[in-house]
């Protein structure tokens, strides 16, 4: 099955440890969303890549980066995790193609533990 | 700016009975809304969009452009439509990025 997968499920850091999430998709779409979510809140998006081409939220911290090499992978690093950076993080595609207001498909998440 | 405003954090009805998840919005121009639903340990996923206008597990809802609302109706609630809901708000100039509600949690007892 054509899918979006996280890896790892469960990721716990140490507080100020650079740490990498990954997201591979199946899918072929063009563009890759990278969510955060921390508990009873929505998510809320920090960046997404239309194929090579980056867009950062205004208000997502110089402290998380993203990374497309290719069309299958995107990653999220954190380069000095803080304990409020500990949330679900959630990777999503969506194909710009199938219409201006396309579904994004979303992968299982991966939750961060910063001690 | 934009915003997704779902009120109620929980949701508590018995099989059978009616259901509306309440969500309204503040864009004003002409945004693309959704439901998606995450039932547990699965992933979130999308229940329908308003400019199907379909109806998907028995779920409608409505585009209410003066009430500036999209709340997601179900005559009668089955135990299996016990999940989180997300109203989700997309607009045209924005690549089709996301704006969602704080999510509302459906319970359906028995």
Request: with cysteine.
């Amino acid at each position: 099955d054509a899918m979006v997968i996280q890896n790892p499920r469960y990721q716990v850091t140490q507080f100020g440890k650079p740490v990498t999430l990954s997201c591979s998709q199946t899918l072929n779409h063009n563009v890759m969303y990278w969510y955060q979510q921390k508990s009873s809140q929505a998510p809320k998006l920090l960046f997404h890549y239309y194929d090579k081409d980056f867009n950062n939220e205004a208000d997502t911290p110089d402290n998380f980066q993203s990374r497309r090499p290719n069309t299958s992978f995107c990653f999220l690093d954190i380069r000095s995790p803080g304990l409020g950076d500990a949330a679900m993080y959630l990777c999503a595609t969506s194909d710009p193609l199938a219409g201006i207001y396309n579904e994004q498909f979303f992968g299982p998440g991966t939750r961060l533990t910063v001690l | 700016a934009q915003r997704v405003t779902q009120p109620e954090k929980l949701l508590s009805v018995f099989k059978g009975a009616p259901v509306e998840l309440k969500c309204n919005y503040s864009y004003s121009g002409s945004p693309e809304l959704f439901w998606y639903v995450q039932y547990s340990r699965q992933r979130l996923q999308l229940l329908l969009r308003h400019i199907s206008r379909e109806s998907i597990k028995g779920f409608t809802a409505d585009l209410n452009k003066g009430e500036t609302s999209f709340h997601l109706k179900k005559p009668f609630a089955q135990e299996e439509d016990s999940a989180m809901y997300y109203c989700a708000l997309s607009y045209y100039n924005q690549g089709g990025k996301l704006i969602f509600g704080q999510g509302t949690e459906l319970s359906v007892k028995p």
